[in-house]
């Protein structure tokens, strides 16, 4: 644990630019980008329960290593990037990793990818998720701005229509993410998955080849990670 007196060893700028040219060499489409990979790591570092790098190494990585050394390099800067986010969100250092898309205007931040990795995230414990949210409004509550920016960027669908946000609205949603992660991370340390809950979560584990289809077209991303 992170003494809150020390700043986190998060990942430098060179490292993370090392670690960005690395996944865009290495995804193929709809796999996630440094962007997405932080919104994966965020979602697990505040969930109800511990997902060792084994289950979600998978999500991060999808071709073998082209020698060992290059493979101990990536694995050493994403388990730099996975021990950060905890670190970070100790001291109120936190700050998601953002993608950033060409517009007739110019540049802009865009949650998309990140907003993709936090519900990948989501999905591996998606059970104890699931249960809670329809169980517990106040989870539902400390997730809305993350909930309105995936709604936005079509990571989620909604059982009703949402008007599109404005530019205000996206921002003060985006500048709510860390304290969503906080008060998250806090939920679950206060109301722990129980006893029944993790029993059903491990009854419906059933992996199979259809598992990971939910008719959600890939989304294209282009331009620069932003952090």
Not at 144 to 157: R, T, W, Y
């Amino acid at each position: 644990m992170t003494a809150k007196t020390e700043w986190p060893s998060s990942l430098d700028d060179n490292e993370l630019d090392e670690l960005d040219r690395y996944l865009r060499a290495h995804t193929g489409e709809g796999d996630l980008l440094l962007d997405g990979v932080h919104g994966l790591l965020s979602a697990l570092a505040v969930g109800p329960l511990l997902v060792l790098p084994d289950e979600w190494l998978p999500e991060v990585l999808h071709e073998p290593f082209a020698d060992e050394t290059e493979g101990n390099r990536v694995l050493a800067l994403l388990a730099k990037l996975n021990d950060s986010i905890s670190a970070e969100l100790d001291v109120d250092a936190y700050e998601p990793i953002l993608g950033e898309v060409e517009l007739e205007t110019g540049p802009m931040l865009s949650a998309a990818g990140w907003c993709e990795g936090f519900s990948r995230g989501i999905d591996l414990r998606a059970a104890l998720w699931e249960n809670r949210l329809s169980e517990d409004p106040q989870l539902m509550e400390l997730l809305g701005p993350v909930m309105a920016l995936a709604v936005d960027e079509g990571i989620l669908s909604a059982d009703t229509e949402f008007e599109k946000l404005s530019d205000e609205e996206y921002d003060e949603c985006l500048a709510q993410v860390p304290a969503v992660l906080s008060a998250v991370n806090q939920y679950w340390q206060a109301k722990p998955a129980t006893e029944a809950e993790v029993e059903t979560m491990v009854l419906q584990q059933r992996p199979g080849p259809g598992d990971e289809e939910d008719g959600t077209p890939p989304r294209q991303r282009s331009g620069h990670w932003v952090h």
